[in-house]
């Protein structure tokens, strides 16, 4: 839950973890119902725009480029050729403008329920919608869930699941019917990824989606960590699933030598995200 208080001071409690997130506002900036939820923009003092939805936090300009770069090109470095992407959610277009630096990709469809969520990011976070006129973009407002339920069988190399908390319209996209569809839809040796939660806090559900993705068949997991001061504990990762072969590395070399610039992502960092504390090892171990 979130509170805009007279001291100007916008909070977010995670009541499961009891503990608390909280940021210095100097104004309220816009807010929208949709048909799904309802979305809200500040300006912060010192992180720049701040969306919020349904009361949590989403990103601000200070940090999404963290979640962004981190969803997106460890990912798209360990897939050996990737052409045609799908994001499920995304709807601020950063994760998009990310997958369009690789010039190899030659399609990103980007499936998201909620249009609002991108006017909202068009008007709040202008330098993440930078590239929703490339060519190579397709943007749909759609449901993500029934996208891929109907998507043709490999047809997809990678997927991208840039989705919300399990709860609200993002409920769906953290079972084994979902990734199912996903596995159907990936081409042989293609990679889902899924933004997975705190290892910190969120270890049952982090477990219960590698299970729940393994369940579906995917032959291959890796979790990777990146920081996210933003989200529940600042402690973030998400998780890759393959079809039908092995995680063997990443093409260090193309990542090395990459044209295009980041703020975070580097092949040091891919190889660091990678290493997971004894905690998370134990916890995995079953999934």
Same mark, same amino acid.
């Given at each position: ?17 009891? %503990? ?8 309220? !900036?816009?807010?929208?119902?949709? =048909?799904?939820?309802?979305?809200? #923009? ?7 725009? !701040?969306?919020?939805?349904? &009361?949590?936090?989403?990103? %601000? ?58 006017? #909202?990011?068009?008007?709040?976070? =202008? ?22 339920? &109907? ?46 939660? %705190? =290892? !910190? ?5 982090? %477990?219960?989606?590698?299970?729940? #993705?393994? &369940?579906?068949?995917? +032959? ?5 960590? /990146? ?17 039908? +072969?092995?995680?063997?590395? /990443? ?20 190889? +660091?995200?990678? +290493? ?12």
């Amino acid at each position: 839950m979130s509170v805009f208080d007279d001291k100007k001071w916008l909070t977010e409690v995670f009541a499961d973890s009891g %503990s608390v997130f909280g940021l210095a506002i100097t104004k309220k !900036l816009d807010e929208v119902q949709s =048909p799904f939820q309802k979305i809200a #923009m500040y300006e912060t003092s010192h992180f720049g725009n !701040l969306m919020v939805i349904d &009361d949590v936090i989403m990103l %601000s300009s200070r940090d999404n480029f963290l979640y962004h770069e981190m969803l997106s090109h460890p990912v798209l470095f360990t897939h050996p050729n990737p052409k045609n992407v799908v994001i499920i959610g995304g709807g601020d277009c950063g994760t998009l403008r990310e997958v369009l630096k690789h010039p190899g990709v030659e399609t990103v469809t980007q499936i998201d329920i909620d249009e609002q969520v991108t006017r #909202m990011a068009e008007k709040y976070f =202008p330098e993440l919608c930078a590239s929703n006129n490339d060519p190579r973009a397709i943007l749909q407002f759609a449901d993500g869930i029934q996208f891929m339920r &109907d998507a043709a069988a490999e047809s997809v190399d990678v997927i991208i699941v840039d989705s919300t908390d399990p709860i609200g319209p993002g409920e769906g996209l953290f079972n084994r019917a979902f990734y199912a569809s996903c596995l159907q839809a990936l081409r042989p040796g293609g990679i889902l990824v899924q933004q997975s939660e %705190s =290892p !910190l806090i969120h270890m049952p559900l982090l %477990s219960a989606m590698r299970q729940a #993705m393994s &369940d579906a068949g995917f +032959a291959a997991l890796q979790t990777l960590n /990146f920081p996210q001061m933003v989200y529940p504990s600042g402690w973030w990762t998400c998780t890759l699933a393959r079809k039908g +072969a092995a995680f063997n590395g /990443f093409r260090e070399a193309d990542a090395q030598q990459a044209a295009f610039t980041t703020e975070y992502y580097n092949v040091d960092i891919h190889k +660091a995200a990678s +290493a997971l504390p004894n905690f998370m090892r134990k916890a995995l171990q079953a999934s």
